[in-house]
């Protein structure tokens, strides 16, 4: 994902303070001390240390921080990040200064011989005491590398949070734009009456059947009125909705037209956002099936750990044209219905969920991929 800007802005900040402050630093020290000069080595030296911190920064802000906040890898997070301290610890301990490199110049040492009162004997003559494997040196490096990423990825976290509290408010203004359209886009109406004349047809023919079907549309309806205006269902009534729809879009249709449901048998106890896959459903209904000719929609819904697996299938029949020629069905994609499933997906999931469309000669197909939350 992409950074904001003021998280941009913020790193280049904290970034340009810390390279600015050696010169101002050594500005102010040879300002206060006559004979002491401005000696841009010093300034280089400081900057060559704060470009290694830099590189690290950058490696764990652009890869390894997004693991962590973004994609919730919390195990390879650590464990490459506990790779690179133990290098970087590595690193330190193998390029320390060596004894003696940092004495004090020629001058210094002789303005301060030591008299015949020092009892210590000389540098020459004291015993020389190997340096620790871990010194102050590296332990100090490793904590500011440490505080370093933790800050980054306090500061990524919370920009992280921002933005899932802005993407609810759009997702809830949003929702109430789309109740409506629910109702108008995902069951249609030409549905509801194509349902009552078929149980209008069947009171005189099958009155038990009647009432059954009575029965499914009122409880479809109920999930509609009810559940539609929740962010989240069971998978479980979900799916009854699905086989409610289904069985009452059969009531329509002659033995030449196949429809297949393929549901789990017992639902998980996950969340899914209501009326999110009876559209694709429904378009296939209106795009995929023919009176006259034999044709077929495929429907499967499969939970594998924590995604949802949605597929549906159907067939492309051909539909008159003005001049008498027949061409197939290939506006499947471009209604109104599914740009807001689309839409409202992006709202929920971000780049979380995978939408494919396959449009073939003859079949069309729909695969959906949604994580589920408990």
Same mark, same amino acid.
């Given at each position: 994902?992409?950074?904001?800007?003021?998280? %941009?802005?913020?790193?280049?900040?904290?970034?340009?303070?810390?390279?600015?402050?050696?010169?101002?630093?050594?500005?102010?020290?040879?300002?206060?001390? /006559?004979?002491? *000069?401005?000696?841009?080595?010093? +300034?280089?030296?400081?900057?060559?240390?704060?470009?290694? @911190?830099?590189?690290?920064?950058?490696?764990?802000?652009?890869?390894?921080?997004?693991?962590?906040?973004?994609?919730?890898?919390?195990?390879?997070? @650590?464990?490459?990040?506990?790779?690179?301290?133990?290098?970087?610890?590595?690193?330190?301990?193998?390029?320390?200064?060596?004894?003696?490199?940092?004495?004090?110049?020629?001058?210094?040492?002789?303005?301060?011989?030591?008299?015949?009162?020092?009892?210590?004997?000389?540098?020459?003559?004291?015993?020389?005491?190997?340096?620790?494997?871990?010194? !102050?040196?590296?332990?100090? /490096?490793?904590?500011?590398?440490?505080?370093?990423?933790?800050?980054?990825?306090?500061?990524?976290?919370?920009? #992280?949070?921002?933005?899932?509290?802005?993407?609810?408010?759009?997702? !809830?203004?949003? %929702?109430?734009?789309?109740?409506? !359209?629910?109702?108008?886009?995902?069951?249609?109406?030409?549905?509801?009456?194509?349902?009552?004349?078929?149980?209008?047809?069947?009171?005189?023919?099958?009155?038990?059947?009647?009432?059954?079907?009575?029965?499914?549309?009122?409880?479809?309806?109920? &999930?509609?009125?009810?559940?539609?205006?929740?962010?989240?269902?069971?998978?479980? #009534? !979900?799916?009854? &909705?699905?086989?409610?729809?289904?069985?009452?879009?059969?009531? #329509?249709?002659?033995?030449?037209?196949?429809?297949?449901?393929?549901?789990?048998?017992?639902?998980?106890? @996950?969340?899914? *956002?209501?009326?999110?896959?009876?559209?694709?459903?429904?378009?296939? @209904?209106?795009?995929?099936?023919?009176?006259?000719?034999?044709? &077929?929609?495929?429907?499967?819904?499969?939970?594998?750990?924590?995604?949802?697996?949605?597929?549906?299938?159907?067939?492309?029949?051909?539909?008159?044209?003005?001049?008498?020629?027949?061409?197939?069905?290939?506006?499947?994609?471009?209604?109104?219905?599914?740009?807001?499933?689309?839409?409202?997906?992006?709202?929920?999931?971000?780049?979380?969920?995978?939408?494919?469309?396959?449009?073939?000669?003859?079949?069309? +197909?729909?695969?959906?991929?949604?994580?589920?939350?408990?």
């Amino acid at each position: 994902m992409k950074q904001s800007r003021t998280e %941009n802005l913020i790193y280049l900040v904290v970034w340009g303070l810390l390279f600015v402050t050696p010169v101002l630093s050594l500005y102010v020290r040879t300002f206060n001390t /006559a004979f002491l *000069p401005f000696d841009w080595k010093e +300034v280089f030296f400081v900057w060559h240390k704060f470009a290694f @911190f830099l590189l690290l920064f950058l490696v764990h802000n652009l890869l390894l921080a997004p693991l962590l906040i973004h994609r919730r890898k919390r195990v390879l997070y @650590f464990s490459i990040v506990t790779a690179i301290l133990a290098a970087f610890a590595v690193y330190q301990c193998s390029h320390r200064p060596q004894r003696g490199e940092h004495r004090p110049p020629m001058e210094w040492t002789e303005r301060h011989q030591p008299s015949h009162f020092d009892k210590r004997p000389p540098h020459s003559m004291r015993h020389e005491v190997p340096p620790p494997i871990v010194g !102050e040196r590296e332990i100090l /490096a490793v904590v500011v590398l440490v505080l370093m990423f933790g800050a980054n990825l306090g500061i990524k976290g919370y920009f #992280r949070s921002r933005d899932d509290r802005e993407r609810l408010i759009e997702l !809830e203004r949003k %929702n109430l734009e789309q109740q409506l !359209e629910y109702l108008r886009y995902q069951i249609s109406p030409h549905f509801f009456m194509n349902t009552l004349n078929n149980i209008h047809a069947l009171v005189d023919i099958d009155s038990e059947k009647a009432k059954d079907t009575i029965l499914e549309l009122s409880r479809m309806m109920r &999930f509609v009125l009810y559940e539609a205006n929740k962010q989240g269902v069971p998978l479980s #009534r !979900e799916l009854d &909705f699905i086989q409610h729809y289904v069985t009452l879009m059969q009531l #329509r249709y002659t033995e030449k037209v196949k429809i297949t449901l393929d549901l789990p048998q017992k639902a998980p106890d @996950f969340q899914i *956002p209501p009326l999110i896959l009876i559209t694709f459903i429904e378009n296939a @209904f209106k795009h995929g099936v023919s009176y006259q000719h034999n044709s &077929f929609v495929e429907v499967k819904v499969s939970v594998k750990g924590d995604n949802l697996k949605f597929s549906c299938r159907n067939s492309k029949v051909e539909r008159e044209q003005v001049n008498g020629h027949s061409s197939k069905v290939n506006d499947q994609q471009g209604g109104v219905g599914l740009a807001n499933v689309r839409k409202r997906l992006d709202l929920l999931f971000g780049h979380d969920y995978s939408l494919i469309f396959h449009d073939d000669t003859d079949i069309y +197909v729909v695969e959906l991929t949604l994580p589920l939350r408990t």
